[in-house]
């Protein structure tokens, strides 16, 4: 054994009831802390002036019901001009789901129009169109999310939402707020989300969009209060960023949100140019909560991140952490994925510990040079496959499990997943590695799946599929599984047996 075994420690769960298909596995499920001591009203904040990216609360007696037409309208007080505009007739395009979330009716993809109901995440000079909720019925009234990025910091605003925008609504409603000055006079080496208002930021997404206009290698480090977080995220040619939950748990910063290959086609990409309503968008957002695209040195720290979508089948990360030279690095600590299918995904040089990823098919994939999850827990959900390694050079050490538990959810039957699967194409390796890991009942005796066959066949200490260390949760020695996996020996096993040996010393 090379390195001790991870002493598990049992993290408790939020609940959310978009996702309730995941409440019971894994782990127990107490409340979430919102760390907010009154109700979010971004209208009369302490320092009468609001975040950027604050909703807006329309109040109203009773919960109110959309209505088919009308416009919500957004412009600056000093020269009447318009900033943002949300059209009721693109409700249509949308489906209201349980939990207030609105998902599209039809695929988003490439030629798809832009609506008012799809919202466009600027980074880095591109443009990635996802779809959002801008509009949520609440018990206290209308809450209005504007697009994200058309305010500016320290102006004056007045809203105007008509009155067929809500039945029962007789007169047009307006009011007029202030938007808080930019976080300091200098750069801030913090950043703070709340949804209280009372921080820079009430979203994790409008605390990225401010940390991508600054320098590209400054330092910044995007401080998440508790609460669970209801947006789509994108990040793409900004380093040394750091988000973090600022709770005592992984598990009190959540950040969540349902989409899925059937909302918006591909893994995720974005334009070049700003798309212009009523026009073709020009690339899918992708079916990714967080896309990330050639950022270095991005960290990942006591948070959980969530696809909410609520199936078992369909393609859904959480992450795709895009690395176009394969090189940049990402380093995950404390914190917690979930999804089913396709949970994470990524390239370059990446570092996961002590972190729980869940899901049950493929859902640890990519093309990364060197991914290491280490002291972690990797949970099953259903029946299904643990990896899909598409590892481009055939010396890369790909995906390397380090000390981990392979456990399941209540629900995953035993024997029915297994350690990895190919993805059948030649011009890729499945490089996967697992060094002194606890496999619970779920993982089939054979343990690997060959069909199709892996890249190689017949793996060896440097490629293809291997173990070793591997034992039942009973501490017992495993060495059943098929030929298409490798034992490796003591001397051949050094080469994974720590994160210096899989990252290198400069990671």
């Known amino acids: 054994m090379i390195h001790s075994t991870l002493v598990r420690k049992l993290l408790v769960l939020p609940y959310l009831a978009a996702f309730a298909l995941l409440a019971t596995a894994c782990h127990k499920t107490p409340s979430n802390p919102s760390g907010d001591d009154d109700p979010l009203n971004p209208f009369k904040p302490v320092d009468n002036s609001v975040c950027v990216d604050a909703p807006i609360l329309m109040p109203t007696s009773g919960k109110p019901t959309l209505g088919t037409a009308g416009k919500i309208i957004v412009t600056k007080t000093d020269d009447g001009s318009q900033v943002d505009m949300i059209d009721l007739e693109d409700l249509a395009t949308v489906t209201i789901r349980d939990d207030g979330q609105m998902i599209p009716k039809e695929q988003i993809t490439k030629d798809t129009k832009l609506n008012t109901f799809h919202d466009v995440l600027t980074s880095g000079g591109r443009y990635r169109v996802v779809h ?43 009011t007029t707020f202030k938007t808080k000055k930019k976080p300091g006079s200098t750069i801030m080496p913090d950043l703070i989300v709340a ?79 700003k798309p212009v309503l009523g026009q073709a968008i020009g690339a ?21 991140i969530r696809n909410t979508f609520g199936e078992l089948k369909g393609q859904a990360e959480t992450i795709y952490f895009n ?104 011009n890729y390796y499945d490089n996967v ?39 039942d949760k009973d501490g017992n020695p495993i060495y059943s599984h098929n030929s298409y996996g490798c034992y490796l020996t003591d001397e051949t096993a050094v080469a994974y047996s720590s994160k210096e040996a899989v990252l290198g010393a400069d990671f």
Request: charge should be negative; glycine fraction near 10%; charged fraction near 20%.
């Open 284 to 304: 899918s957002g992708g079916r990714g909560l967080f896309l990330v695209e050639n950022c270095n040195n991005l960290t990942l720290e006591k948070l959980t």
């Open 323 to 426: 690395s176009g030279s394969n090189a940049h690095k990402l380093t995950i600590e404390d914190c917690e994925l979930w999804s089913f299918q396709d949970t994470f995904l990524c390239k370059g040089l990446v570092y996961v510990h002590k972190s729980l990823i869940a899901g049950h098919c493929d859902y640890i994939w990519g093309y990364p040079k060197a991914c290491l999850f280490e002291d972690c827990e990797i949970c099953s959900l259903e029946a299904g496959y643990i990896v899909q390694a598409r590892i481009q050079g055939q010396n890369d050490k790909g995906f390397v499990f380090l000390n981990c538990q392979l456990t399941a959810g209540d629900d995953a039957p035993y024997g029915k997943t297994y350690l990895a699967r190919s993805g059948g194409d030649t």
């Open 433 to 471: 590695t697992f060094i002194g890991c606890t496999m619970y009942p779920v993982i089939h005796s054979q343990g690997w799946y060959n069909n199709p066959r892996p890249n190689p066949s017949m793996p060896n200490a440097t490629y293809g599929w291997k173990e070793y260390g591997s034992k």
């Open 195 to 273: 949804q209280n208002g009372k921080q820079d930021f009430c979203t994790v997404g409008g605390a990225l969009n401010y940390a991508s206009t600054l320098g590209k290698s400054t330092a910044i480090t995007i401080q998440v209060t508790p609460g669970t977080y209801t947006d789509m995220l994108y990040l793409r040619d900004k380093d040394n960023v750091t988000v973090k939950g600022s709770g005592i748990l992984r598990t009190y910063a959540v950040i969540a949100y349902a989409n899925n290959e059937s909302y918006e086609s591909g893994s995720g990409s974005a334009s070049t140019s």
């Open 132 to 174: 959002y909720t801008p509009l949520r019925a609440t018990d206290n009234g209308l809450e209005i999310r504007l697009h994200t990025g058309v305010l500016t910091f320290d102006t004056e605003y007045k809203v105007t939402v008509e009155a067929s925008v809500t039945e029962g609504q007789t007169e047009a409603w307006e």
